[in-house]
């Protein structure tokens, strides 16, 4: 996808991330809408290096944290907070895949209605299949059940990804293709309701690396 | 540059530590002069706290108050058999509120709370001769909204801006890092007095990332003893079946008793006990081995290698990739808890740094940044647990996720259910889980002045901003008419504007003003310390020293005594630090004599 660099207001030269310019140090006025991806400095895509977000995080915060603003005048007090918050919410987006992907399908999408509650096929009943031997699971001790099926829903979360990946590709380079669209909301809606299934399993029945 | 100090305030002991000329470290005298055990006992004349309070347990155990921190934040059902081990009263108020019944007064946690952290002030202002207005405050990372903005409060009614909150294991972390400077994953492990978790850390050059969080903010070192003390129960209703422990004195004496028999087990393998029960009439013998001490904690020790196992899932991390293991908190002492540690991450730990001082320096020296004395590191800090609202059939809807990193940002839209509805009520929770009910009432907010529209036609955009100390603040706007919403937040749990006001100029009232003053009470107490140890020490003293040598400490004594008698702060502290110099080698020798004549004992 076409990716312009961004350019300092103060310096002109070229912007790593929207938000700082580190060849003369200066904050950068804040669009009313700021790209995620723009802010990390990262091609906008499902695939990332996540190194790359992960240095340019922490080069970022070196320079922008409040911390180091504590005594500075409440204007520039005010830019550093608010310029941390835009750089947290870039950060904490798009290294979850989940929600890159909730990200990134909202940015292609724009103002096509996808529909939001559509899931594959056969999937509702296996998880109301899922989660009834999970309400049983949870009234009895038995953690190696538990693992396993934290186990399969972690797998099923894999699998997920992977469609992402093609399917975000088929997109990059048909974008008005709504059915694909549709077909990357529906997976995703697939992936949030994993997510939830998850959150109600106890401490005890949780995965080890 | 004004002076930011680091706060410890824990459940069992505060101390305060700011980075001197020479490097940070803890804020007082001697090692014993910098801790403040965190009890008040109430007498006539207002709270006496600290030491004196502490003294006062078990002949005045209706009004000695301990453990506040494990009511902050809390309600009367959250804190459950808590409760009736305490032996002082604690009662229901609004807003699940929980108060603290002393004769016929009632204070709120955050009020104690205050009076711990006026006296921990106080102590700084007197050491460091200057007035102290800022702090940096430590708070356990698991601590959810409401404790937060509890400590919080507390602190402003002690007259004390809180710059930052710090999560706990990440000061020791930076205390721990800036000694080392060692990349890689730290693994700090942080079992206090009250509270227990475990952070993961990555530590890369300059940056100190919580990279997940962890924890049990009522389980700690408390809990031993009280495992202990229902031990001695039984064995006391064995030969005695009628007897009762309900009285808070023996309370007290049992809990006593049992901290001495936890203490002794973390340097031998069997101790005994002997002490009355004079309310009861009895006298009490038996004793303690390690093995029975071990089983009786070793459900506790496994809940918290239970967090550490969560921990490592969320961090997505193996144990073979933690590189350092850093403990922190008193209750880490204890020889069991060390050694499954040892065995859960398979390597020793790191116990370089004093488990009783580490998270105060590492408080100390985040100070100093915020300060500007200083930006060769930063700490990149993380929410606990999920931020979110109540939704249709009692489910949970996260807006900020757990572990995500702060200041953080997020916004939701709401709307209306009927025509020309002018308001909307939003519940705020915070946790993990799916439902409601597994996670914890934050507050209800109100959202008033929307426009009359038809049904589903107001936008309200509400924003939910976590700032660098964990705290949440929620505001609104209706996006069709631009029009900033009335925003109520009513606080569970937590006090309002109006009340830490009242309580502020209340206090105030009771407040010694003047700076002088205060030092000087500080420093007389101190001197009277400092006379009881020579006294205590003084057959050594003759041995050790000689008698020209002697006859300095005596003459500086009595100047001191003079100096007490005047109004001078600084005069008094200048002989005070003297009467400490002539007194160095024979505090050494009083300590070597000591552990000497152990040893022999022993033999």
Known sequence: MAFEQPACQTCESTLISRLFCFSCNAFQPLPREIDLFEVMGLPIAFEIDSEELEELYQRLSLELHPDFFETAPEAEKRLSETALVILNRAYNTLRDSTLRAGYLLFLLAKDKKLDERTLPVGFLQQMFNMQEALDELLNSDDTAALIRMSKDLQDRHKKIETSFVSLFKIIEDSPEDLEKLQQLQTYLNADRYLRRLVDRIPENGLLQN | ?603
């Open chain 2, 1 to 603: 540059m004004e002076r930011i100090i680091g706060i410890d305030l824990g459940t069992t002991n505060s101390l305060s530590a700011t980075v001197f000329e020479d490097g940070p470290e803890v804020i007082g005298l001697d090692d014993e002069a910098s801790v403040t055990p965190s009890v008040l006992s109430w007498t006539d004349s207002g709270w006496l706290v600290g030491r004196e309070a502490k003294d006062r347990r078990i002949s005045n155990p209706e009004n000695t108050v301990y453990s506040v921190k494990r009511l902050m934040g809390r309600d009367m059902a959250e804190l459950g058999t808590i409760v009736k081990d305490l032996p002082y009263k604690i009662v229901e108020a609004q807003r699940q509120l929980v108060k603290v019944r002393v004769g016929s007064r009632e204070f709120t946690p955050q009020e104690l709370s205050a009076e711990i952290l006026k006296k921990v002030k106080l102590k700084a202002e007197a050491i460091l001769g200057e007035s102290i207005g800022k702090a940096v405050v430590t708070v356990p990372a698991y601590f959810d909204d409401a404790q937060r903005q509890s400590t919080r409060d507390a602190a402003r009614i002690a007259g004390l801006d809180v710059v930052r909150i710090v999560n706990e294991p990440t000061a020791a972390a930076i205390a721990y890092g800036l000694d080392e400077k060692k990349d890689g994953y730290v693994a700090v492990y942080d079992l206090g007095g009250g509270t227990f978790d475990i952070s993961i850390l990555k530590l890369t050059g300059k940056i100190f990332k919580v990279v997940a969080t962890h924890g049990n903010t009522q389980l700690g070192g408390d809990d031993f003893d009280r495992a202990v003390v229902d031990t001695l129960k039984a064995r006391i209703k064995q030969k005695h079946p009628d007897a009762e422990f309900n009285d808070p004195e023996t309370m007290q004496i049992l809990k006593k008793t049992a901290e001495t028999i936890k203490i002794d087990l973390s340097l031998t393998t069997e101790t005994s006990y002997s002490f009355a029960l004079p309310k009861l009439g009895l006298l009490i013998e038996g004793s303690f081995n390690i093995e029975e001490f071990e089983s009786l904690i070793a459900p506790m020790v496994e809940q918290t290698l239970e967090s550490c196992r969560h921990v490592l899932h969320e961090a997505k991390l193996t144990l073979k990739e933690i590189g350092e293991v850093v403990l922190v908190g008193g209750s880490t002492v204890v020889t069991s808890v060390r050694k499954q540690i040892e065995s859960f991450f398979g390597r020793p730990p790191h116990v370089a740094i004093d488990p009783y001082k580490v998270v105060a320096i590492g408080a100390g020296i985040q100070g100093h940044l915020l300060a500007g004395g200083r930006r060769d590191f930063l700490l990149l800090d993380v929410i606990p647990l999920a931020l979110g609202i109540e939704t249709l059939g009692g489910t949970f809807s996260k807006i900020i996720t757990g572990n995500s990193t702060i200041p953080i940002e997020e916004s939701e839209t709401f709307t209306t259910n009927v025509d020309d509805q002018t308001s909307i009520d939003v519940n705020i929770f915070q946790g993990e889980r799916e439902l409601i009910k597994d996670c914890r009432a934050l507050g209800q907010f109100k959202l008033k002045g929307i426009p009359a529209m038809k049904a589903g036609f107001p936008l309200v955009e509400v924003m939910f901003r976590v700032d660098a100390n964990g705290i949440l603040t929620v505001s609104a706007k209706e996006k069709r008419s631009g029009k900033k919403a009335e925003i109520e937040v009513i606080p569970f749990h937590g006090l309002t504007q109006f009340e830490i006001e009242r309580i502020m100029d209340d206090s105030f009232e009771h407040a010694i003003d003047d700076f002088n003053d205060r030092q000087l009470i500080e420093f007389r107490q101190t001197a009277e310390r400092v006379f009881r140890g020579i006294e205590q020490t003084w057959d050594i003293a003759e041995k050790a020293l000689g008698a020209a040598d002697r006859e300095k400490i005596q003459k500086q004594i009595e100047v001191v005594r003079q100096s007490m008698k005047g109004q001078d702060s600084q005069a008094l502290k200048a002989e005070l630090d003297m009467l400490g110099d002539l007194t160095r080698p024979l505090a050494d020798t009083a300590m070597g004599q000591t552990i000497l004549s152990e040893l022999q004992s022993e033999v």
